[in-house]
T-cell receptor
Framework: DGGITQSPKYLFRKEGQNVTLSCEQN?????MYWYRQDPGQGLRLIYY???????QKGDIAEGYSVSREKKESFPLTVTSAQKNPTAFYLC?????????????FGSGTRLTVV | AQRVTQPEKLLSVFKGAPVELKCNYS??????LFWYVQYSRQRLQLLLR??SRESIKGFTADLNKGETSFHLKKPFAQEEDSAMYYC??????????FGEGTQLTVNP
């Protein structure tokens, strides 16, 4: 059953901690993306990767880091430098970085700082 | 910079009434525009693309380059259309920039 799997579904972080959100896809898509979803602000792009071992900053990359060591995996680390990390995080993928056929989205991870 | 604006955060209509979700964009070139939808407890998914000139679930969207708009329309709203709708534009590097979203509620 092809798709994108994000884990965990809910994540709680203490102040000053780094946490890593997992995103795995078995669609053989080349490109992967991380968005942050906040009420009233829509989706904002954090990082994206169009090919293995390469990634680019999006519009709100500060306080986040990513890696793309494998085609199917694109983990996002929320570092302690991110001032307001509580949000809903969405991972997506697309064929060859093309938007024409649309993005496939994961079910999301809700991160809460406690 | 490319930007997408959805002026209505909330939109409420009655079943059977026409519905229009507004989307305005700023872009210097020829834009590729999309509408995505997120139903309750479901994943965000592609609804339609302007390049396809398609009608999905009775929805259509026309690109108006003069007004830089890509409004989503449906002549007769159904209760199952209640969802969050996002307008999006393709930007450099095959990235999508999304609007703020409009929560549509169709009342019985």
């Amino acid at each position: 059953d092809g798709g994108i799997t994000q884990s965990p579904k809910y994540l709680f972080r203490k102040e000053g901690q780094n946490v890593t959100l997992s995103c795995e896809q078995n669609l053989n898509h080349d490109a992967m993306y991380w968005y942050r979803q906040d009420p009233g602000q829509g989706l904002r792009l954090i990082y994206y990767s169009q090919i293995v071992n390469d990634f680019q900053k999006g519009d709100i990359a500060e306080g986040y880091s990513v890696s793309r060591e494998k085609k199917e995996s694109f983990p996002l680390t929320v570092t302690s430098a991110q001032k307001n990390p509580t949000a809903f995080y969405l991972c997506a993928s697309s064929i060859s970085g093309s938007t024409t056929y649309g993005y496939t989205f994961g079910s999301g991870t809700r991160l809460t700082v406690v | 910079a490319q930007r997408v604006t959805q002026p209505e955060k909330l939109l409420s209509v009655f079943k059977g009434a026409p519905v229009e979700l507004k989307c305005n964009y700023s872009y210097s070139g020829s834009p590729e525009l999309f509408w995505y939808v997120q139903y309750s407890r479901q994943r965000l998914q592609l609804l339609l693309r302007h390049i396809s000139r398609e009608s999905i679930k009775g929805f259509t969207a026309d690109l108006n380059k003069g007004e830089t708009s890509f409004h989503l329309k449906k002549p007769f709203a159904q209760e199952e259309d209640s969802a969050m709708y996002y307008c999006a534009i393709e930007t450099s590097g095959s990235r999508l920039t999304f609007g703020e979203g409009t929560q549509l509620t169709v009342n019985p």
